[in-house]
């Protein structure tokens, strides 16, 4: 899996400069060129003494369970389960990092659009919630701040629901975003 990661962007080194470092929104013309890099690299990589599995994250890495991903518009079935793992690995780190054309999201935002495309069946469900169970568990007994000020501590995830965790907020009775509909990325600055 460690290798996969590793190697499963090298076909950016194809990509033009002025498109990966564009400061601003890719044309058509552009994003078909970066939609290809996938390609780049596993024809960079296909002679090369790895394994199949970093061939296939090099190359699958983008394709979605609906068939909208690229550069095969493979489905679910034809998926491999490390590369639904890189693939949601990649998703979200294309949101939480910052890049030349956009501003590094939070946390909570990640974890919201990871669990979107996860309900539009683009991303694996069950690995989706690990992941973003795991995301925030890492936030739990942290100190944060809401959107009106108020202060307050994430006492309790529910891991089907991360997004929406029981908050211990100072002089309040707790609130459980889980019963109120609301998830953490509406009500908090994190």
């Given amino acids: 899996m460690a290798r996969m990661s590793l190697f499963?962007?090298?076909?950016?080194?194809?990509?033009?400069?002025?498109?990966?470092?564009?400061?601003?929104?890719?044309t058509d013309e552009e994003f078909?060129?970066?939609?290809?890099?996938?390609?780049?690299?596993?024809n960079m990589l296909k002679d090369a003494e790895l394994s199949k599995e970093i061939l296939l994250g090099t190359v699958l890495h983008h394709e979605r369970l609906d068939g909208s991903g690229y550069p095969k518009g493979l489905t679910?079935?034809?998926?491999?389960?490390?590369?639904?793992i890189l693939s949601i690995a990649d998703t979200f780190d294309a949101i939480y990092?910052?890049?030349?054309?956009?501003?590094?999201?939070s946390i909570l935002f990640a974890v919201e659009e990871?669990?979107?495309?996860?309900?539009?069946?683009?991303?694996?469900?069950?690995?989706?919630?690990?992941?973003?169970?795991?995301l925030m568990v890492s936030l739990k007994e942290r100190k944060i701040v809401l959107r009106n000020g108020q202060k307050a501590e994430i006492i309790h995830i529910f891991s089907d629901h991360p997004n929406q965790p029981i908050l211990?907020?100072?002089g309040h009775t707790p609130l459980d975003l889980k019963k109120t509909g609301?998830?953490?990325?509406?009500?908090a600055n994190i």
């Fill in 182 to 187: 609301l998830t953490l990325n509406q009500v």
């Fill in 8 to 26: 499963h962007d090298i076909g950016k080194f194809k990509i033009s400069h002025n498109i990966l470092h564009k400061p601003a929104r890719l």
């Fill in 32 to 42: 078909t060129e970066m939609k290809n890099h996938p390609i780049y690299g596993y």
């Fill in 97 to 105: 990092s910052s890049r030349v054309y956009k501003d590094q999201k």
């Fill in 168 to 170: 211990n907020i100072e």
């Fill in 114 to 134: 990871l669990l979107k495309d996860s309900q539009l069946n683009k991303l694996d469900k069950d690995i989706t919630k690990k992941f973003t169970l795991y």
């Fill in 76 to 84: 679910s079935k034809n998926i491999p389960f490390l590369v639904r």
